[in-house]
């Protein structure tokens, strides 16, 4: 048979790659590290080897019936063909050394050709292209060493070179086709995996953000509920001299604040256990609540000198009125806690446009040696993060006077 003609039947053999099923593929890994094949690579490879052989051996049938070969050449030509399609077993794990042993064989013998050329294939999918280019010049300079050996007269040697450079171009072609694809198949996959692993950082970063959300809110509130218990209990514990009343209205203060705390520390304790947000949610307090929050705390026995300028509380956007509140109720905790007893002066005024502008200050005079309660130190630092995120400012300090101040100012809308 023709040098050209056995190339083409090479090509056409080649072309059972062309299937995906049978296309070579990375061998899965062991526990231990090493690589094993999947039911796929081992159904693949045993159609590779038999197609290898049968193909190369026709070609060595067909040799034969044009040359007649003696029984020593068929027989060394079979043993080398079948050596090479053996080697095929090992093209995953070494496709540049498989290669490299059968590409001299395939230049002097016919049956290794089928081989040869699915090792090279297996080098243009699994190797860049400087292994494909120089092989593929070594395959092309073999074609000469082959004429000489098997000289055909049918066709001429030019007719036979150009087509083993077409065949070998093509086979390059797609084999780096297919790496090329498995490339972008293997970046889209894992382009997929990392947007689905940023889906969920992006959803577990929004549970961890209202679960803070939701625990200072619960801190805002606990610190109010439990300095008005400190309070109530530290006047019982310093007033011996307290009448029924005094004493019966202190005790219901404590019980209903320490009842109140009980269930806001239950609710938080189950927000941050479970990761989820009480349902129903509790409505947030706004501007409108502010009175309620100012007669709690006088219940309570704080002196507190309101100067609420506003005309309308309810008319306040929902989420001013409610950074507003929360800011007046730990500014009204701190006082109690750094300063019992000391009077308190509440100014709030605003309009439209204008900015709702909020103070609250206590006299220095009237710090006892002690405080009530401690503090965490975390309040003024999340009443100023608050601010900050609703576009507002806030400072807090001594002023000259000595007096403790605490100024806001947040935007309101029209």
């Given at each position: 048979?023709?040098?050209?003609?056995?190339?083409?039947?090479?090509?056409?053999?080649?072309?059972?790659?062309?299937?995906?099923?049978?296309?070579?593929?990375?061998?899965?890994?062991?526990?231990?590290?090493?690589?094993?094949?999947?039911?796929?690579?081992?159904?693949?490879?045993?159609?590779?080897?038999?197609?290898?052989?049968?193909?190369?051996?026709?070609?060595?049938?067909?040799?034969?019936?044009?040359?007649?070969?003696?029984?020593?050449?068929?027989?060394?030509?079979?043993?080398?063909?079948?050596?090479?399609?053996?080697?095929?077993?090992?093209?995953?794990?070494?496709?540049?050394?498989?290669?490299?042993?059968?590409?001299?064989?395939?230049?002097?013998?016919?049956?290794?050709?089928?081989?040869?050329?699915?090792a090279y294939f297996t080098v243009a999918v699994h190797r860049p292209f400087p292994y494909v280019a120089g092989f593929g010049a070594i395959s092309i300079a073999a074609v000469f060493l082959y004429s000489e050996l098997h000289p055909d007269e049918d066709v001429p040697f030019l007719v036979s070179l150009a087509v083993s450079i077409s065949i070998t171009i093509a086979v390059a072609a797609w084999g780096m086709?297919?790496?090329?694809?498995?490339?972008?198949?293997?970046?889209?996959?894992?382009?997929?995996?990392?947007?689905?692993?940023?889906?969920?950082?992006?959803?577990?970063?929004?549970?961890?953000?209202?679960?803070?959300?939701?625990?200072?809110?619960?801190?805002?509130?606990?610190?109010?509920?439990?300095?008005?218990?400190?309070?109530?209990?530290?006047?019982?514990e310093f007033r011996p001299e307290a009448t029924p009343e005094e004493v019966a209205r202190a005790a219901g203060v404590i019980r209903a604040s320490g009842h109140q705390a009980l269930q806001d520390l239950r609710e938080v304790i189950g927000v941050l256990r479970d990761g989820?947000?009480?349902?129903?949610?509790?409505?947030?307090?706004?501007?409108?609540?502010?009175?309620?929050?100012?007669?709690?705390?006088?219940?309570?026995?704080?002196?507190?000198?309101?100067?609420?300028?506003?005309?309308?509380?309810?008319?306040?956007?929902?989420?001013?009125?409610?950074?507003?509140?929360r800011i007046v109720q730990e500014g009204l905790t701190?006082?109690?806690?750094?300063?019992?007893?000391?009077?308190?002066?509440?100014?709030?005024?605003g309009r439209p446009q204008e900015g709702l502008e909020i103070e609250l200050r206590n006299a220095a005079a009237h710090r006892p040696e002690r405080a009530v309660a401690p503090g965490s130190g975390s309040g003024i630092i999340g009443l100023a993060e608050r601010a900050h995120l609703a576009g507002g400012r806030l400072e807090h300090g001594r002023t000259p006077t000595g007096d403790h101040r605490l100024w806001a100012w947040l935007p309101w809308p029209a």
């Open positions: 048979m023709s040098r050209a003609r056995t190339l083409c039947a090479m090509a056409g053999a080649h072309a059972q790659l062309d299937h995906p099923g049978l296309l070579p593929s990375v061998l899965v890994p062991r526990e231990d590290g090493s690589a094993r094949r999947s039911t796929r690579d081992w159904i693949v490879d045993t159609a590779v080897f038999v197609s290898a052989l049968a193909i190369g051996f026709a070609f060595l049938i067909e040799e034969d019936h044009r040359t007649a070969l003696s029984e020593e050449q068929w027989a060394a030509d079979a043993l080398v063909g079948f050596v090479c399609c053996c080697a095929l077993w090992l093209r995953r794990r070494h496709p540049v050394g498989v290669l490299a042993a059968v590409i001299l064989p395939a230049a002097v013998a016919t049956s290794p050709s089928a081989a040869a050329m699915i086709f297919v790496r090329a694809r498995r490339q972008l198949v293997h970046s889209l996959r894992e382009r997929a995996e990392r947007a689905e692993a940023e889906r969920q950082e992006h959803a577990e970063r929004a549970r961890l953000q209202e679960r803070a959300r939701i625990a200072r809110e619960m801190h805002d509130v606990l610190a109010h509920r439990i300095s008005l218990l400190s309070m109530q209990a530290g006047a019982l989820t947000a009480p349902s129903p949610e509790r409505p947030q307090p706004t501007l409108a609540d502010l009175p309620g929050l100012i007669e709690e705390s006088r219940s309570a026995g704080m002196i507190v000198r309101d100067r609420v300028r506003v005309e309308d509380l309810l008319g306040v956007p929902a989420a001013t009125g409610r950074n507003a509140y701190n006082a109690r806690r750094h300063a019992p007893g000391a009077p308190v002066v509440l100014t709030v005024a």
